[in-house]
């Protein structure tokens, strides 16, 4: 199975999954934690199944062990507001090692399939989308009043509407539903449009130069040889 697409393709699937359970993770704190352990559950897998390195997975779970405590604490309402921020920034740091993995799998392994780096890529983009939604969660509990949304100035109410906010903001399409009024969530909105722009047109460049070579005739490792 280790050069079979099913990997990334498998990643896809539970990543869009996840995006479609986020936003009923509001319903009931039950389900909050459900949702809160399939998301561990697929970022600590899915280091695995694009790179098959076990070390991967032991890093994984020393971050999502504490992950998922302080989510059940934050869930259930239990504990100081500074659990939200340490539950969102160990996730944070999750989805960040899983797109560093996306992103040696699609763009630097010299093996991996056409359909594996396509939808390895697609997976980096949808990655940027979620490690973004932790930030905008984070930046709730820092500031009370940093959005403006239809109620007024405040606080984004809950993650499936952090989760709108960054993708709205990750395919800058800008509604004007809820925007950023705090100087320093402008500058990290912003951030999350030019890294999602830079990522694509470095994944779609690294794409056709591929193409070039097989046309060429080349083999992927002589990139960047004389």
């Known amino acids: 199975l280790q050069r079979l697409p099913i990997r990334s393709l498998v990643l896809l699937g539970a990543l869009l999954l ?21 998301v561990l559950l697929v970022l600590c897998v899915g280091g695995y199944l694009l790179l098959r390195e076990r070390r991967w997975v032991a890093a994984y779970v020393m971050i ?41 799998f699609s763009l630097l392994d010299p093996e991996a399939r056409k359909i594996d780096r396509i939808a390895s890529g697609i997976c980096g983009y949808l990655l940027l989308g979620l490690f973004w939604s932790d930030l905008y969660r984070i930046s709730n509990a820092l500031v009370s009043d940093g959005f403006r949304t239809a109620q007024g100035v405040g606080s984004l109410p809950n993650d499936g509407v ?4 960054s993708v709205v903001t990750l395919t800058t399409l800008g509604y004007g539903d809820i925007s950023p009024v705090n100087p320093w969530i402008r500058m990290l909105a912003s951030m999350q449009a030019i890294t999602a722009t830079l990522f694509l047109a470095i994944f779609i460049a690294s794409l056709i130069a591929r193409k070039g070579l097989v046309f060429s005739g080349a083999k992927p490792e002589d990139e960047g040889r004389p």
Do not use: C, D, Q
């Open 64 to 104: 999502a062990v504490p992950a998922l405590l302080t989510g059940i604490l934050v869930e259930f309402s239990v504990g100081h507001p500074w659990m939200a921020i340490s539950s969102n920034t160990l996730t944070a740091v999750l989805l960040a090692l899983l797109f560093s993995a996306v992103v040696r």
């Open 18 to 38: 996840l995006y479609l359970l986020v936003p009923l993770s509001i319903e009931s704190s039950l389900l909050g934690v459900t949702v809160r352990m399939l």
């Open 162 to 165: 952090a989760l709108y906010f």
